[in-house]
């Protein structure tokens, strides 16, 4: 009786890890399938990106003031008086 159990014990031990083997097996070429699609597959070309700067640049505004290092010019006025005739 003690071999039956034993063989059946194996057995079904066996069973189970040609279970686990199929299925790591099946998984593996469920990947190795989904990966070969993605090399052989057309390729998509990726769309041309436009960067616009969102940021204005500051405008550089230059006055150029030239200052002349001349005197003041003084002016005189002689005063008349009126009981002075000119002539």
Known sequence: MSDKKESKF???IK???IAGVGLV?????????T??????GPKEEPAPVVVQDSIQKPQII???IVEKN???KVIV???????????
């Open 77 to 87: 006025k002689e005063e008349k008086k009126e009981d002075e005739i000119t002539w």
């Open 70 to 72: 001349e005197p003041p």
């Open 15 to 17: 069973n189970q890890i």
């Open 10 to 12: 194996f057995s079904e």
């Open 35 to 40: 990966n070969m699609e993605s090399y052989l």
């Open 62 to 64: 230059i006055n150029n």
């Open 25 to 33: 097996i099946a998984a593996g070429f469920g990947i190795f399938i």
